[in-house]
């Protein structure tokens, strides 16, 4: 917290800070003991009528009542790292998307518009990275315009909690209605200490999805839409542990593309879990890429894949950012806008 020569405490927040990342201190109880506070760091996206919204590394956004501010101050916009490759949230964005390519994307100014006919919300979303070229409002309609011509739900892939991350985007998304349906963290890594898992399991490598290996996969019943998409990318890889039946015991994939190295479908029979079979999936995949030239590795995972996250944490991975996927309110139902007509119809 910020202090005064006095050595008290003291708020050094102005609305021009919006957009900055903040941590202030409010008082959020008083009785017969005295107060009790709590603080909130995250990136003030607004400060309208004395109330101010930050939006904290998760996503979640805390509205803070000005008059009970007790301190607060700017904070550097990215921690120091403890570990991991470093990487710019723009970079990991363009990265992923590379990995799980659409059947068909067109471009709004730096904006992406992504469609696959529904298969997964990554591959049937808008990537907001960068200037639309319109103003926001502009930009938004044409989205739904671009979905609606599919018969799809529009929506848009956001991120928090990092250096470039759209912490503003999120704010006047909700502000106009959109709506945030599912939230996880991209998570980074060193790739050699992957690659370095004990030999387990026999772990087969190939660059097609086979039959048995589809058995697996979780999303049952993959269309041609399905397999376009997990095809795709500048080089994929599918590993297979084979099972007792037809069906394998666990699969994996991982797309390269330079540096990178993207896990995904990480998936381990129920029966066998807690077995190592996860790692060695994920070790023979590492050294492929570290073959291919790779050096970091991400992924992504939700935040109730509680399996999952513990065994990233035991191979070095770090939470980089959070992204979100916000779905658009229905044609016909007004939704407010926050702030000025000046602030809804600029450019992001």
């Given at each position: 917290m910020?202090?005064?020569?006095?050595?008290?405490?003291?708020?050094?927040?102005?609305r021009?800070?919006?957009?900055?990342?903040?941590?202030?201190?409010?008082?959020?109880?008083?009785?017969?003991?005295?107060?009790?506070f709590?603080?909130?760091?995250?990136?003030?996206?607004?400060?309208?009528?004395?109330?101010?919204?930050?939006?904290?590394?998760?996503g979640?956004?805390?509205?803070?009542?000005?008059?009970?501010?007790?301190?607060?101050?700017?904070?550097?916009?990215?921690?120091?790292?403890?570990?991991?490759?470093?990487?710019?949230?723009?970079?990991?964005a363009h990265?992923?998307?590379?990995?799980?390519?659409p059947?068909?994307?067109?471009?709004?100014?730096?904006?992406?518009?992504?469609?696959?006919?529904?298969f997964?919300?990554?591959?049937?979303?808008?990537?907001?990275?960068?200037?639309p070229?319109?103003?926001?409002?502009?930009?938004?309609?044409?989205?739904?315009?671009?979905?609606?011509?599919?018969?799809?739900?529009?929506?848009?892939?956001?991120?928090t909690?990092?250096?470039?991350?759209?912490?503003?985007?999120?704010?006047?998304?909700?502000?106009?209605?959109?709506?945030?349906?599912?939230?996880?963290?991209?998570?980074?890594?060193?790739?050699?200490?992957?690659g370095?898992?004990?030999?387990?399991?026999?772990?087969?490598?190939?660059?097609e999805?086979d039959?048995?290996w589809?058995?697996?996969?979780?999303?049952?019943g993959?269309?041609?839409?399905a397999?376009?998409v997990l095809?795709a990318?500048?080089?994929?890889?599918f590993?297979?542990?084979?099972?007792d039946?037809?069906?394998?015991a666990?699969?994996?994939?991982?797309?390269?593309?330079?540096?990178?190295?993207?896990?995904?479908?990480?998936e381990?029979?129920?029966?066998?879990?807690r077995?190592?079979?996860?790692?060695?999936?994920?070790?023979?995949l590492?050294?492929?890429?570290?073959?291919?030239?790779?050096?970091?590795?991400?992924?992504?995972?939700?935040?109730?894949?509680?399996?999952?996250?513990?065994?990233?944490d035991?191979l070095?991975?770090?939470?980089?950012?959070?992204?979100?996927?916000y779905?658009?309110?229905?044609?016909?139902?007004?939704?407010?806008?926050?702030g000025?007509?000046?602030?809804?119809?600029?450019?992001?």
């Amino acid at each position: 917290m910020e202090f005064t020569a006095s050595g008290r405490l003291a708020v050094r927040l102005t609305r021009a800070d919006v957009g900055k990342r903040v941590s202030v201190r409010r008082v959020s109880e008083e009785g017969p003991a005295g107060r009790k506070f709590t603080d909130t760091v995250g990136v003030l996206t607004s400060w309208d009528d004395g109330v101010l919204l930050i939006t904290r590394r998760s996503g979640e956004q805390v509205a803070v009542d000005a008059a009970t501010l007790v301190a607060g101050k700017v904070v550097p916009a990215e921690p120091a790292r403890r570990r991991g490759p470093s990487a710019t949230y723009p970079e990991l964005a363009h990265v992923a998307s590379r990995a799980w390519r659409p059947v068909e994307s067109e471009r709004l100014g730096e904006w992406e518009l992504r469609a696959a006919q529904g298969f997964t919300r990554r591959a049937n979303s808008v990537l907001p990275v960068g200037d639309p070229g319109v103003p926001l409002d502009d930009a938004l309609e044409r989205v739904r315009d671009w979905y609606a011509a599919r018969g799809l739900p529009a929506y848009a892939q956001t991120a928090t909690g990092a250096a470039g991350t759209q912490e503003m985007l999120c704010a006047e998304l909700e502000a106009r209605g959109w709506v945030r349906e599912v939230s996880a963290e991209t998570r980074i890594a060193a790739l050699a200490p992957i690659g370095d898992a004990a030999e387990g399991r026999p772990v087969t490598l190939s660059r097609e999805p086979d039959e048995a290996w589809l058995g697996r996969y979780q999303r049952k019943g993959a269309s041609e839409v399905a397999l376009r998409v997990l095809r795709a990318g500048p080089s994929v890889w599918f590993a297979t542990v084979p099972g007792d039946g037809a069906v394998p015991a666990a699969i994996g994939r991982c797309v390269v593309d330079g540096r990178w190295a993207g896990f995904a479908a990480v998936e381990v029979d129920p029966a066998l879990r807690r077995q190592g079979l996860a790692s060695a999936v994920m070790a023979a995949l590492a050294r492929r890429a570290l073959d291919e030239g790779a050096s970091a590795a991400w992924l992504q995972v939700e935040a109730d894949n509680e399996g999952a996250r513990a065994l990233y944490d035991r191979l070095g991975f770090a939470t980089h950012h959070a992204y979100h996927h916000y779905r658009a309110p229905e044609r016909g139902v007004r939704s407010p806008v926050a702030g000025s007509a000046e602030r809804a119809n600029r450019s992001v």
